[in-house]
């Protein structure tokens, strides 16, 4: 077996590390495979409760009226997110712009946007208005607070109770599932039904969001099955399966998602319009095939853990940790460290491997970011890819991997690279 990975250059000792770490979480393996398994079913369910057929993989130009593919697997969403309806469209082109369609939709001049987990991720701060920017919330006159996170990155529920009660002008809470660029724990979709039900017997009125971006199919369970206004996320993530060219998904109540519809398109507009031209196929493939997807990523994620800690990096979460979304972070410590795992990442790709990746201003972050993604789909982080800011504690996050063999390359190929480099000792 390890010919092959010498032919692509990995070290024998990178090699022997790795079928160690194997034989430590090898068993975790059979659980992932058994969510996979429910989630799969969940999914197949929905698709024949709403009669999907190859009727529905036919485009529509134009306006889009009548597009039979677009209104049934948005039922499909629907059924699958447990929720009473969906906005799955091509039009939406990342998470991103989902979340800003959903925030922009359901918040009014004189309204204040909360977040109960502590400051959003980083490209959220200029649709708030965090950071100034055109057409931020801020500019509209949607004001925001949030609460602190407790210093362990648990949720400070106290503090919740407390800020909400002071503040009748809160109308949404948004709550963030993946950690983003931080170290706190990704929170569970227990613990985000736990804040909800706090957060709603205080005023039932206040719409509570989640951005569900890299948690899709992880539990058995999403956010819309614990009380969710609206979950939201990117088809180029998890739900996209990696066949998905573009698109996002806003999953809630009738009333949210009709906004939504029509912040998206125009008022009067809604839902009615929004021609889906040839990628209907791939979003309907790619819900199929996320559940197995996102086990392929959970594994590589696990693996991730296991390496860099038999290597003595700090990881998070650790390779014994219960698992709510495919992201892995690594504190590299150094911007050596941060650059040489990207360059083994990318090296391992199928797409662009000659490329050295390297640290820019990317949109909508406040210090340079180096990103390593060979993907089939730019941009697509439920593929092999990984990425962080160039800021102390110079930490990746490692996510992706269609497939668990690529996945495992990948981290070996980061490996391989920071060894070269005298980075890590073997």
């Not at 972050?365 to 890819?385: N, P, R």
């Amino acid at each position: 077996m390890n010919n092959i990975f010498k032919e692509i250059g990995i070290d024998d000792k990178v090699f022997s590390l790795g079928e160690e770490a194997i034989a430590k979480i090898s068993e975790r393996f059979a659980e992932i495979d058994r969510m996979a398994e429910l989630n799969q079913t969940k999914v197949i369910l929905a698709m024949q409760k709403n009669r999907v057929s190859a009727a529905c993989f036919a485009g529509t130009t134009g306006y889009g009226y009548n597009d039979l593919g677009r209104e049934t697997l948005e039922k499909v969403y629907a059924d699958v997110f447990h929720s009473e309806a969906a906005l799955v469209r091509p039009q939406i082109t990342c998470g991103t712009h989902a979340l800003t369609v959903a925030l922009s939709a359901n918040l009014l001049p004189g309204d204040t946007l909360y977040s109960p987990v502590g400051r959003p991720y980083d490209t959220l701060e200029e649709v708030i208005g965090i950071r100034p920017s055109p057409c931020s919330l801020a500019e509209y006159g949607v004001d925001y607070c949030e609460t602190d996170l407790l210093p362990d990155g648990s949720i400070d529920f106290k503090s919740i109770e407390r800020d909400v009660r002071a503040n009748p002008k809160i109308k949404l809470a948004t709550i963030q599932r993946s950690k983003g660029y931080k170290t706190r724990p990704t929170l569970s979709v227990t613990q985000i039904g736990e804040i909800i039900k706090l957060i709603k017997g205080i005023n039932p009125e206040i719409i509570c969001m989640v951005d569900n971006c890299y948690g899709e199919f992880v539990e058995g369970i999403e956010p819309s099955d614990v009380g969710a206004d609206m979950t939201v996320g990117s088809l180029i993530k998890n739900p996209g399966g990696g066949l998905a060219p573009v698109g996002g998904y806003i999953c809630g109540s009738e009333k949210c998602v009709e906004r939504c519809a029509y912040r998206l398109s125009a008022p009067g507009l809604g839902q009615e319009v929004g021609a889906t031209l040839s990628v209907t196929t791939s979003l309907y493939q790619g819900l199929f095939m996320a559940p197995t997807v996102v086990a392929a990523a959970l594994k590589g994620a696990i693996f991730a853990s296991a390496c860099y800690e038999k290597l003595g990096f700090k990881t998070f979460p650790t390779s014994d940790t219960d698992r709510h979304d495919i992201i892995q972070s690594v504190e590299l410590k150094t911007p050596e460290g941060l650059c040489a795992f990207c360059e083994g990442i990318q090296a391992a790709a199928p797409v662009d491997s000659f490329a050295t990746p390297e640290p820019w201003a990317m949109p909508g972050y406040d210090s340079e970011v180096i990103m390593a993604a060979g993907t089939f789909v730019q941009g697509s982080s439920i593929e092999l890819s990984a990425d962080g800011p160039m800021r102390e504690p110079y930490a990746v996050y490692f996510q992706g991997g269609l497939t668990f063999p690529h996945a495992k390359l990948g981290i070996l190929m980061s490996i391989q690279k920071m060894y070269e480099k005298g980075l890590v000792t073997l």
